[in-house]
């Protein structure tokens, strides 16, 4: 008996070595962006800190500072220039989410909306887009530095929306 249970013990460790790898259809880290050629630009490159497999902080990993220069006053200035609005007295938010890269650059956006009761819902396709754009405009983020090293990162701009129009950007 004691030899049946031994060799069964062995069968098992034995398949279990040899069991396929799975490729699995979620992210490495939650939250990371996959590439989407529909979406993404190609020339856009992920440092990060392997190259065999990169990895991008989320916007709250390192030093806790706003990495745009001149702060988030030189964004809603610019938003201010920009003059967007929707014709629509829609009220909600609109995020937009994106990876700055360790030069700087930034790429792989992704868009959220949700109205004023954070249901997801469209608010007005015309506003988010032309959110998107101007998020995507925005040239002064910087590069984030962790132990000396730069890094990529995750960073996102809400877009508090009150009667058609930006009241608030957050964080």
């Known amino acids: 008996m004691k030899s049946l249970y031994l060799f069964a013990l062995f069968t098992f460790i034995q ?10 259809k979620y992210p490495d880290i939650v ?20 190259k065999d497999k990169p990895f991008s902080f989320q916007y709250y990993h390192g030093p806790k500072t706003f990495g745009y220069k001149g702060e988030k006053i030189a964004i809603i ?3 201010k220039k920009e003059n967007i609005f929707s014709e629509k007295k829609v009220n909600g938010y609109i995020t937009v989410r994106f990876l700055v890269n360790c030069e700087g650059k930034t790429g792989l956006f992704r868009l959220r909306h949700m109205d004023s009761d954070l249901k997801n819902i469209s608010l007005d396709e015309d506003l988010e887009n032309k959110l998107l754009k101007f998020t995507q405009s925005l040239n002064g983020w910087m590069p984030k530095e962790i132990e000396g090293l730069k890094v990529d990162y995750y960073q996102y701009l809400t877009y508090k929306i009150e009667n058609g129009k930006v009241s608030e950007v957050l964080p």
């Open 15 to 24: 398949m279990s070595c040899q069991a396929e790898k799975t490729v699995s």
């Open 77 to 79: 200035e610019k938003l």
């Open 31 to 50: 939250g990371d962006i996959v590439f989407d050629e529909k979406l993404d630009e190609p020339g856009f490159k992920k440092c990060g800190a392997r």
